[in-house]
């Protein structure tokens, strides 16, 4: 089954405790991209990379890192959480930049 | 001003009903342009493309204006089951930024 999976789904951490959210795809898309979405505020694009070893900043790149060594992983790495990151990320993937992206199912992360 | 600006509702209309959600852009530059669905803070999925022409999917409708900077979506005889919050996305093919709005809220009502 085509699919984009994350993990953990669920995340509860404290200030400045390092975390990674992984995110994979089967679908040997070029394009990733995170998000987070937080109320009244819509999707908001952190970081994205439109193919292996080329990755770039979104909107909201600050306190996070990525890195795309392999086509189908995109992880998303808080080197020192605070609690403004607390949120609902969600990670993407496309054929291509500017195609259709599908998403995963979400990682919701508290940071206390 | 916003790059993708949508109203965001909450749109409240009886079964049956014909609703229409637009989104305007700001950068004339912008190739592709998305409808998504997204339930209770799920993930969105894809609902559908919008091509130049404009283009249907049975009870959905979705058209570009280019000269005015804005897409649209119209939903006919709606469903309790469209019920969701509508997303619209732009992108701009030669940068691999992909710009949400921030969403329109349906509620369609027995």
């Known amino acids: 089954e085509a699919q984009v999976t994350q993990n953990p789904r669920y995340l509860i951490t404290v200030t400045g405790k390092k975390l990674t959210v992984t995110c994979s795809q089967n679908?040997?898309?070029?394009?990733m991209s995170w998000y987070r979405q937080d109320p009244g505020l819509g999707l908001r694009q952190i970081y994205y990379?439109?193919?292996?070893?080329?990755?770039d900043k979104g909107d909201v790149p600050e306190g996070y890192k990525v890195s795309r060594k392999e086509k189908r992983n995109f992880p998303l790495i808080l080197e020192s959480p605070s609690p403004n990151q607390t949120s609902l990320y969600f990670c993407?993937?496309?054929?291509?930049?500017?195609?259709?992206?599908?998403f995963g199912p979400g990682t919701r992360l508290t940071v206390t | 001003r916003k790059e993708v600006e949508q109203d965001p509702g909450p749109f409240n209309v009886p079964e049956g009903a014909t609703v229409a959600f637009n989104c305007t852009y700001s950068?004339?530059?912008?190739?592709?342009f998305f409808w998504y669905r997204q339930d209770c803070r799920k993930e969105p999925k894809l609902l559908m493309s919008?091509?130049?022409s404009g283009n249907e999917d049975g009870r959905f409708t979705a058209q570009l204006n280019r000269a005015s900077q804005y897409i649209s979506l119209l939903i006919r005889d709606s469903k309790l089951s469209d019920s969701a919050t509508y997303l619209c996305?732009?992108?701009?093919?030669?940068?691999?930024?992909?710009?949400f709005g921030d969403g329109t809220t349906l509620t369609v009502k027995p």
């Open positions: 993407a993937s496309s054929p291509r930049r500017g195609y259709e992206q599908y």
């Open positions: 679908m040997n898309h070029e394009y």
């Open positions: 990379s439109m193919n292996v070893e080329v990755t």
């Open positions: 950068n004339s530059a912008s190739q592709s």
């Open positions: 919008v091509y130049s």
């Open positions: 996305v732009v992108n701009i093919p030669n940068a691999g930024k992909s710009t």
